[in-house]
Antibody, heavy 117, light 106 residues
Framework: QVQLQQWGAGLLKPSETLSLTCAVS????????WSWIRQSPGKGLEWIGE???????NYSPSLKSRVTISVDTPKKWIFLILSSVTAADTGVYYC???????????WGQGTLVTVSS | DIQMTQSPSSLSASVGERVTITCRAS??????LAWFQQKPGRVPKLLIY???TLQSGVPSRFSGSGSGTAFSLTISSLQPEDVATYYC?????????FGGGTKVEI
């Protein structure tokens, strides 16, 4: 049974850097892409980017200039870095697993990040 | 990039009524389409993946259909606990775009 445990700073000031970690346990790490997704208060879902076990990344065009996703495959940890945050980056951030060929998406419980001066 | 257009953006229906939400991709995505249900303050819950496969534990009144560019989520008999916002998402290749959401009310 796969589990995704997320953690990171929940309160940031404008211009600071958001840093979140997602630890995968209980399931395969290869054969999937690992995504970060966010949801601002009262808004819809926004895909941020993804990485696979070998470190291949893809990013949302709208966030690409500020986002870095990386992976520690032996530990099965996935990292999200979002630089120069503003209040518009406030929201719940989710780590999620998506199958490359077959299987189903699976999401973590989310981490609330608030950006406020 | 492929755009996902979901409609309607909101609907109101009676208990027991059949409800259908549609999702259209601007280009073909095969069957790499998922449907999520989100209740206020909760994590989105996977209902359907691979366009038509019901996720384990999801009531059978939910069903998905379609492939290529046109997809739909149907609730065969709307229940009070189905009040939520529903999202479609493509996951064939990056970017994994979401539809804008459909708010379902009784």
């Amino acid at each position: 049974q796969v589990q995704l445990q997320q953690w990171g700073a929940g309160l940031l000031k404008p211009s600071e850097t958001l840093s979140l970690t997602c630890a995968v346990s209980g399931g395969s790490f290869s054969g999937y892409y690992w995504s970060w997704i966010r949801q601002s208060p009262g808004k819809g879902l926004e895909w941020i980017g993804e990485i696979n076990h070998s470190g291949t990344t893809n990013y949302s065009p709208s966030l690409k200039s500020r986002v870095t996703i990386s992976v520690d495959t032996p530990k099965k940890w996935i990292f999200l870095i979002l630089s120069s945050v503003t209040a518009a980056d406030t929201g719940v951030y989710y780590c999620a697993r998506y199958p490359i060929l077959t299987g189903y998406p699976f999401w973590g419980q989310g981490t609330l990040v608030t950006v406020s001066s | 990039d492929i755009q996902m257009t979901q409609s309607p953006s909101s609907l109101s229906a009676s208990v027991g009524e059949r409800v259908t939400i549609t999702c259209r991709a601007s280009q073909g995505i095969s069957s790499y389409l998922a449907w999520f249900q989100q209740k206020p303050g909760r994590v989105p819950k996977l209902l359907i993946y691979a366009a038509s496969t019901l996720q384990s534990g999801v009531p059978s009144r939910f069903s998905g259909s379609g492939s290529g560019t046109a997809f739909s989520l149907t609730i065969s008999s709307l229940q009070p606990e189905d009040v939520a916002t529903y999202y479609c998402q493509k996951y064939d290749r990056a970017p994994l775009t979401f539809g804008g959401g459909t708010k379902v009310e009784i």
